[in-house]
């Protein structure tokens, strides 16, 4: 029943722009972390940056902070993420998931993702 629909992807030059939406449903959004991963070609799981639940407090991995923003409306149970300054290397396909206090993500299922693809 926990559904996560990830859009806004594309492919763009490198130094460009993207705002990636996720759209939850089937548990309490407001009441959970939340986070965005990613995942490029051949590589395992990575986490990119975590929000708070009323989305006072959030992280990022270091290879996105500073060009990476993450932010929540709760009310239309949607996280976004804006990048800026696009790298190469920030190709992925991007996912959405509830968060643990360990920042692994808190359930087994998936949505299909976005793929963000930076390439000049």
């Known amino acids: 029943q926990v559904q996560f629909v990830e859009s806004g992807g594309g492919l763009v030059q490198p130094g460009g722009s993207l705002r990636l939406s996720c759209v939850a449903s089937?548990?309490?959004?407001?009441?959970?972390?939340m986070s965005w991963y990613r995942q490029a070609p051949g590589k395992e799981c990575e986490l990119v940056a975590t929000?708070?639940?009323?989305?006072?407090?959030?992280n990022y991995a270091d290879s996105v902070k500073g060009r990476f923003t993450i932010s929540r409306n709760n009310a239309k149970n949607t996280m976004y993420l804006q990048m800026n300054t696009l790298k190469p290397e920030d190709t992925a396909v991007y996912y959405c998931?509830?968060?643990?206090?360990?920042?692994?993500?808190?359930?087994?299922?998936w949505g299909q993702g976005t793929q963000v693809t930076v390439s000049s």
């Open positions: 089937g548990f309490t959004f407001s009441s959970a972390i």
């Open positions: 998931n509830a968060a643990l206090s360990n920042y692994d993500p808190a359930y087994g299922s």
């Open positions: 929000i708070s639940s009323l989305g006072g407090n959030s």
